[in-house]
């Protein structure tokens, strides 16, 4: 790579797709002080844990479906074919399907990518997936192919093609995700400060915030005994003033009241970097009320479906072979997020016995219930006949009401 191109893409950072390693984070920083935190450093503060922890729990809870492909455009689930047994029972030998996932959208929501080593039978087929550190993997691209190497624990690096790695971007230029830990170190940096403030301000046991006032002159002596008395406040002692002393409490001064506003103001701009309403994380639905769950329905649509979407794509891309990119299709079953609410679930299944959509035992395998006889026709809500009926039936033996034409009286 040319120097010029060495330069702009120091200069652009993650925005750039030139040749050579891609950068993910800022070159330059617009608000000075701005630190970096590690992931370790920034999820000990509560909101961005709560981001976090929100974003990778509902992930992991949506099951993730495999299904062939028919010629005339028709799929059906396949329970058959490695794709699904890594996918949905076991992705490698130490971790549930919930802890990959959720270990994968940890690494999405604060570095901007999530990588996995591809294993393979020598069929080709998926035997295991492998999450690895997004801080220990350099993504380059040389006359465009991409290629990552991993440095491991001993400290040697190891290159992969793309074709060995499952790569799960967020947004950025295509080849890399920007890290939006790093574009957020501002925000973070300032909640981590008003945080240290805070464990300050309380961290002085008995400490009152007041003044002390005489009717009389006192020595330099008496001054020194009285701070010693108040000093010893903080270990449980109870000091002794003189009749003429007075104490009057102050309030919290206007540096402690700016720090609980600043404090609250994080928490809602954490939440707007990691794409979560702030009612959500607070847990109590704070001014939300009783329009929390709307903002849970438009966390689904905006957060968690485009999440789903690009972790289908990504994982159609690298992990099956060749025969079954072919005809199988992956799909995260996005209805499972209304397991925990029966009455939106059962009206689901209502609208589309209904509408000749599902099948009642379709809908019965849903709730991991046994089939019944004649489940398995298509009904819709003209007295529920089946659809190759339409129209077979004597209108002339349906009951009809007659129609008021008279006008009502008011």
Known sequence: MSILKWIGNWMFGGMGDYSGVQFNQPQTTPVRNAQTLSPDAAIQIATVWACVDLLSRTMASIPCDVYLIADDGSRKLDTECNLHSVLTKSPSYAMTPFEFWQTMTMHWALRGNAYARINRYDDGNVSSLQPLNPDQMEVSQVDGRVRYRYWDSDSIPKDYPAEKIMHWKGM????????????????????????????DMYAGRGKMNGILTADNLLSTKQKAEIAQQFQSMRSGGIPVLPASLKFQQLSLTPADTELLATRKFSVEEICRWFGVPSALINGDGGAAGSNIEQLTLNFYKSTVLPMCVSAEEAIIKRIPCENEKKNHQVRFRLSALNRSNDSARFQMYAQAVQNGIMTRNECRRAEDLPPIPGGDELTVQTNLLPIDKLGTQDSSKVPQKPINTEPQRQ
């Open 172 to 199: 950025g230029n295509g080849i890399v995700g920007l890290s939006k830990l790093e574009y957020m170190r501002a925000s973070v940096t300032e909640s981590a400060y008003a945080q240290s403030n805070a464990v």
